[in-house]
């Protein structure tokens, strides 16, 4: 039974889709939340499958699914590969991730993700963490906002934002996210307010919860836990996380181009399977959060 309200999971049946599921495969659910793509995998699989989820939040566990073929882990997915040591998993068929933020999480005032909500400034995906958006907004150097608003939201008045940052907490320490929206008032013309409002909260939520770099880290150890032929099967929700993807499903790097060999011959370790999917219009209208969504799906070599 259900605790936590979670919403519908998006491209639900394209990203199962992905993994071309065998039934007596063992799948990797690094994002389980409301366990909605765990269940379509489950369904999937034979009485002989197995499947093993992630998620930090505590809230996501209140969903753990009543099935002798799954496992759900309270721990980030960047500690894939020792986890699934762990419980004697050293290759599977095929992983899914849905990233970013659910929409359990944006819903609940007093975790501080939601622009609609007034809330002290929390942005913690694991709640057990010692660092939050508090100390992000009242502990950075002006240098460090500047770079996280910049680079995290693309926000062109990163340095400006930064500055007033700094000048409104030497007053009073900045605690609310209705004190952080007062202080970059200058900032959010009525028209653009919550589009700029929503960049910004992006930028804190990233770096509070160290998104890419978990993402890297995550995505270089599939490499080794995927067996040949394995499937991933990921959403992304922004440009730097999609960048990360598809850089990574191409040619196995983040940065540059992979080296060829006497040959001209370069060796990757993932190809891509099909185009980059989208959610529908329909699905879009019954899910806003699907809006932005793009699925890739890549199998290893």
């Known amino acids: 039974m259900l605790i936590m309200e979670y919403h519908n999971p998006v491209l639900l049946t394209e990203t199962v889709d992905g993994l071309n599921i065998q039934p007596n495969g063992v799948y990797v659910d690094v994002t389980f939340g409301g366990g909605g793509h765990s269940r379509e ?22 969903n753990s699914l009543d099935d002798p073929r799954f496992l759900l882990i309270n721990e980030n997915f960047r500690y894939l590969n020792r986890f699934l040591r762990f419980h004697n998993y050293k290759n599977v068929d095929g992983i899914l991730g849905d990233f970013g933020v659910s929409s359990h999480q944006f819903d609940v005032a007093d975790r501080g993700f939601s622009t609609r909500f007034e809330a002290d400034l929390d942005m913690r995906m694991n709640q057990d963490s010692k660092f939050s958006a508090l100390d992000v907004i009242n502990k950075y150097s002006e240098e460090q906002i500047k770079n996280v608003l910049f680079q995290y939201g693309e926000l ?32 959010l013309p009525v028209h653009r307010e919550n589009k700029i409002l929503a960049q910004i909260y992006q930028a804190i939520r ?59 011959r370069v060796e990757v370790p993932f190809k891509k399977v099909g185009k ?23 199998e290893k070599l």
């Not at 489950?42 to 209140?62: C, H, T, V, W, Y």
């Not at 978990?214 to 499937?231: H, M, S």
């Not at 790097?253 to 060829?260: S, T």
């Open 41 to 62: 995998i489950l369904s999937r699989l034979g009485p002989n499958g197995k499947l093993i989820a992630f998620d930090q939040d505590k809230d996501a566990i209140e």
């Open 156 to 187: 062109r008045s990163a340095a400006g934002m930064a500055r007033v940052i700094v000048e409104a907490r030497q007053q009073k320490k900045i605690i609310s996210s209705e004190e952080l929206k007062k202080a970059l008032g200058r900032f």
């Open 206 to 264: 990233i770096e509070v919860n160290q998104e890419l770099e978990v993402l890297k880290e995550f995505l270089l150890q599939t490499e080794e836990v995927l067996k040949t032929g394995g499937r991933l099967s990921l959403i992304s929700y922004h440009s730097l996380e999609d960048r990360l993807v598809k850089r990574f499903m191409r040619n196995g790097l983040f940065e540059g181009e992979p080296e060829k060999d006497v040959f001209g």
């Open 276 to 298: 980059f999917i989208i959610p529908s219009f329909e699905e879009i209208k019954e899910n806003n959060r699907a809006r932005s969504a793009k699925l890739r799906i890549a």
